[in-house]
C-alpha cells in the first residue's frame, strides 16, 4: 500500500517536521531519557511495535521463521549503536553471538546486521574490529552472510577501513556493507567498495546530513543517485541488495533485471519490516529475489524515529498506535 502525500502546500512544513525527528533521533540525551523514562519508556515501546520484532533473540527468530515462510530471506539486527563502555560493547557482541549460533542451529536463511559503533568502534577503533571479526567469523562457519549498517557521515571512513579489512587481511568475504545513495562521497566510494567481493547494500540514508555532504531525502538528485548506483552494481554482476520502498525505483531496476537477464544469485529486493512488506510480496511473486530485514532489541529510538522521518505521516500512526490500549 503507498503511503498518502500530504498537499503540496504543506511540504516546507512536511520538511521541517522531518528534519526535526532525524534531529532528534541523533541526540543521545533525549534517546537516554525516552528509553529508559519509567513514564515516557511504555509509550516508546508502543509506537515501536510497528517497526521492530522484539525485544529479546527469541522474538527475532519468531519474527524471522515468519518472513521465511512467506518465501523471502531474512536479515536480523540487533538494534544499538554509540556505545562508549567497552565491557558493555563486549556484552552486546555476545548477544550477536547468541543470534548467529541460533540462526545457525535452526538453519534459518537469515543475515545479520549490525553496526560498528555498537560493538565497540566508539571506545576503540581496535575493539569494534576485533568484535566484528568475531561476529564475521561465526557467521561464515555456518555459512551466513554479516552486514554491516551504515551510520552518521563523521563515522564512514572507520567503518569502511574495518569492512576492507576484513576482507583483505581476513578473507571474510561473507560481509558486506551498506552504502547510502545520499552522500555525495558515494560517486567516489562505490569503485573503490566494489573491489571488494562482500554485499553492497544500496540505501537511499536515514541520517540527517547538510546539503554540502548529501542530497536532500526527497529530492529528485537523490532519487537519481540511487538509480545511478544501482544499476551500476546490478550490470556489473557484483552481489548487491537494492534497499528501498520507492516504488519507481523498484519498477525501473526490475524492467532493467529482466532487459539484460540479470543472474539472480548476484541481487536481491530488499524491505524493512512495518514499511514495505506488500511491495517484497509482489516482487516476490514475480520470481525476484526478495529479503526482509527485522531489527529487536531495547535500543529503538534512533531507528524509530528516523522511520517516522521518512515519511513524517505516519506521525499519524504513531499517535493512533500511543494511543491503543
Request: hydrophobic share 45%; charged share 25%.
Amino acid at each position: 500500500m503507498d503511503i498518502p502525500h500530504f498537499p503540496a502546500a504543506w511540504q516546507p512544513l512536511v520538511d521541517q517536521a522531518a528534519a526535526t525527528l532525524r534531529a532528534l533521533a541523533l541526540d543521545e540525551t533525549a534517546k537516554e531519557k525516552f528509553c529508559n523514562d519509567p513514564l515516557l519508556r511504555p509509550y516508546m515501546h508502543k509506537v515501536s511495535q510497528r517497526y521492530v520484532a522484539g525485544q529479546t533473540v527469541a522474538d527475532a527468530l519468531q519474527r524471522v521463521e515468519h518472513i521465511i515462510a512467506q518465501g523471502h530471506a531474512a536479515s536480523a539486527e540487533y538494534m544499538g549503536e554509540s556505545v562508549r563502555d567497552e565491557a558493555f560493547a563486549m556484552a552486546e557482541t555476545e548477544v550477536f553471538m547468541q543470534l548467529t549460533q541460533a540462526i545457525g542451529q535452526r538453519n534459518l536463511n537469515c543475515s545479520i546486521s549490525f553496526d560498528l559503533s555498537h560493538v565497540g568502534s566508539m571506545v576503540d577503533l581496535e575493539l569494534g574490529y576485533r568484535n566484528a571479526r568475531r561476529i564475521a567469523l561465526a557467521a561464515a562457519e555456518i555459512n551466513r552472510e554479516v552486514m554491516i549498517s551504515m551510520e552518521g557521515a563523521d563515522r564512514a571512513d572507520d567503518i569502511y577501513a574495518v569492512y576492507t579489512r576484513l576482507h583483505r587481511e581476513d578473507g571474510l568475504h561473507n560481509v558486506g556493507i551498506t552504502v547510502p545513495a545520499k552522500r555525495h562521497r558515494t560517486d567516489r566510494d562505490l569503485p573503490a567498495l566494489m573491489k571488494l567481493p562482500g554485499r553492497i547494500r544500496l540505501v537511499k540514508g536515514a541520517f540527517l546530513e547538510s546539503e554540502e555532504i548529501a542530497h536532500h531525502r526527497n529530492s529528485p538528485e537523490l532519487a537519481a543517485a540511487y538509480r545511478r548506483h544501482a544499476q551500476t552494481l546490478l550490470l556489473s554482476g557484483h552481489k548487491c541488495s537494492i534497499a528501498t520502498h520507492d516504488r519507481a525505483i523498484q519498477a525501473d531496476l526490475s524492467a532493467l533485471i529482466l532487459q539484460e537477464r540479470i543472474d539472480p544469485r548476484w541481487f536481491e529486493f530488499e524491505s524493512l519490516i512495518g514499511l514495505g512488506t506488500e511491495q517484497i510480496a509482489d516482487l516476490q511473486a514475480r520470481g525476484f529475489p526478495t529479503r526482509e530485514y527485522a531489527v529487536f532489541g531495547e535500543e529503538h529510538f534512533l531507528y524509530v524515529l528516523n522511520r517516522i522521518a521518512e515519511e513524517p505521516v505516519r506521525v499519524y500512526q504513531a499517535v493512533i498506535d500511543v494511543m491503543a490500549r
